[in-house]
């Protein structure tokens, strides 16, 4: 097996034994007409590393960070390996990532420690290259390893460049559990515009959303959620509120402006 796949895997605590199957799983795949895992993630649009929280700082950085931010792997990797990345995401999304994603990924760890394998955040920023060019990042990060007490301790999290397909001009975060194959619960929904300012929605109204966007009654939605149909109401009002509409209509197209949707 490749070393640096080797080793990446090891990075997020696979066993020994584990790494064979992944190795037999890969000779017999469709992706064993490639030799080695760096000429894989080469043809992939994405970065993969891993964090850690204690030091803090990069554990790993792949090689394709190079053709998304300019930078080696090996820099990222360095002593100020950190301090680097928070330079490349632009100026007016810096305090949105370090105010609102990262703590969120805390926060939402600990009130989740006994299910953070299935924790998800995801978050999207515009990042600054190297040669200056401004490009859109997004950002898939899975808590690894956590303390007793349920903070972070390794992250994983794979960067994407996907201004091709970005449309709004909004930084966000996406969280969520995957209670299964089909079914995810949301935890948070935050957006934010350089103009336009933060739109955030609590753990609740972000399901209420979700159901109303998915046609749900206030009766079904109450029932789903195991919550009263007045508290959907209060939550419905709220989301009206800070969506700043008058009826469902304009709520779904609202919200979709704002990325909530």
């Given at each position: 097996m490749n070393t640096s796949y080797q080793s990446f895997l090891r990075k997020i605590k696979i066993k020994d034994s584990e790494i064979e199957n992944v190795e037999a799983l890969q000779k017999y795949s469709s992706f064993s007409v490639?030799?080695?895992?760096?000429?894989?993630?080469?043809?992939?649009?994405?970065?993969?590393?891993?964090?850690?929280?204690?030091?803090?700082?990069?554990?790993?950085?792949?090689?394709?960070?190079?053709?998304?931010?300019?930078?080696?792997?090996?820099?990222?990797?360095?002593?100020?390996?950190?301090?680097?990345?928070?330079?490349?995401?632009?100026p007016e999304h810096r305090d949105f990532f370090l105010t609102i994603v990262t703590p969120t990924i805390i926060r939402l760890c600990q009130l989740h420690k006994k299910n953070f394998k299935k924790?998800?955040?995801?978050?999207?920023?515009?990042?600054?290259?190297?040669?200056?060019?401004?490009?859109?990042?997004?950002?898939?990060?899975?808590?690894?390893?956590?303390?007793?007490?349920?903070?972070?301790?390794?992250?994983?999290?794979?960067?994407?460049?996907?201004?091709?397909?970005?449309?709004?001009?909004?930084?966000?975060?996406?969280?969520?559990?995957e209670k299964d194959a089909n079914e995810r619960l949301m935890l948070s929904h935050t957006v934010f515009h350089a103009q336009r300012g933060m739109h955030t929605l609590t753990e609740k109204e972000t399901q209420v959303l979700e159901g109303i966007y998915r046609g749900f009654t206030s009766q079904e939605i109450a029932a789903r959620l195991n919550i009263s149909l007045n508290t959907v109401k209060t939550h419905r009002s709220h989301i009206f509120k800070k969506t700043d509409s008058k009826n469902v209509v304009e709520l779904i197209k609202n919200a979709r402006q704002l990325g909530l949707l």
């Amino acid at each position: 097996m490749n070393t640096s796949y080797q080793s990446f895997l090891r990075k997020i605590k696979i066993k020994d034994s584990e790494i064979e199957n992944v190795e037999a799983l890969q000779k017999y795949s469709s992706f064993s007409v490639l030799p080695t895992f760096d000429a894989f993630m080469e043809t992939m649009p994405c970065a993969p590393a891993i964090i850690n929280y204690q030091k803090p700082g990069f554990e790993f950085m792949g090689n394709n960070i190079e053709k998304i931010l300019g930078y080696s792997a090996s820099e990222f990797l360095s002593p100020n390996g950190s301090s680097l990345f928070i330079s490349c995401i632009i100026p007016e999304h810096r305090d949105f990532f370090l105010t609102i994603v990262t703590p969120t990924i805390i926060r939402l760890c600990q009130l989740h420690k006994k299910n953070f394998k299935k924790l998800k955040v995801i978050s999207c920023v515009q990042l600054q290259k190297k040669n200056g060019e401004r490009i859109w990042g997004l950002f898939h990060n899975q808590v690894l390893e956590v303390s007793t007490g349920g903070a972070p301790l390794i992250l994983s999290s794979f960067l994407t460049d996907i201004s091709l397909v970005k449309e709004s001009n909004f930084a966000s975060e996406y969280s969520f559990l995957e209670k299964d194959a089909n079914e995810r619960l949301m935890l948070s929904h935050t957006v934010f515009h350089a103009q336009r300012g933060m739109h955030t929605l609590t753990e609740k109204e972000t399901q209420v959303l979700e159901g109303i966007y998915r046609g749900f009654t206030s009766q079904e939605i109450a029932a789903r959620l195991n919550i009263s149909l007045n508290t959907v109401k209060t939550h419905r009002s709220h989301i009206f509120k800070k969506t700043d509409s008058k009826n469902v209509v304009e709520l779904i197209k609202n919200a979709r402006q704002l990325g909530l949707l």
